[in-house]
């Protein structure tokens, strides 16, 4: 009853940028933190970027500078903008949620995943 629908992969150059949005629906009381991780096959899932819902921000080293994490409240949608991307920022992008569903306690919060959009640098 709640979902995380991510959006906005696919292949670009080397040099070049993309934007992933992942947007939360559903029967959703609130949000806390929201993240983008990232896996290569075979590896595990790493974190990319997080924000709080005060706004608050960590990144990966290998993406400091390059990618920003913005979220957007009111549309319960995160996004990661991508710049100067590099080869290996070639993965499938998962979103992740802290949620607070309606349906159940307040304050208790689950973990919710996206599918996972998968992005491919080119040289």
């Known amino acids: 009853q709640v979902q995380l629908v991510e959006s906005g992969g696919g292949l670009v150059q080397a040099g070049g940028s993309l934007r992933l949005s992942c947007a939360a629906s559903?029967?959703?009381?609130?949000?806390?933190?929201m993240t983008w991780y990232r896996q290569v096959p075979g590896n595990q899932r790493d974190l990319v970027a997080g924000?709080?819902?005060?706004?608050?921000?960590n990144y990966a080293d290998s993406v400091k500078g390059r990618f920003t994490i913005s979220r957007d409240n009111a549309k319960n949608t995160v996004y990661l903008q991508m710049n100067s991307m590099e080869i290996d920022d070639t993965a499938v992008y998962y979103c992740?949620?802290?949620?607070?569903?309606?349906?159940?306690?307040?304050?208790?919060?689950?973990?919710?995943w996206g599918q996972g959009t998968q992005v491919t640098v080119s040289s």
């Open positions: 992740n949620a802290i949620i607070n569903p309606a349906y159940v306690a307040r304050g208790v919060m689950r973990a919710y």
């Open positions: 559903g029967s959703i009381r609130s949000i806390n933190r």
């Open positions: 924000i709080n819902n005060d706004g608050s921000t």
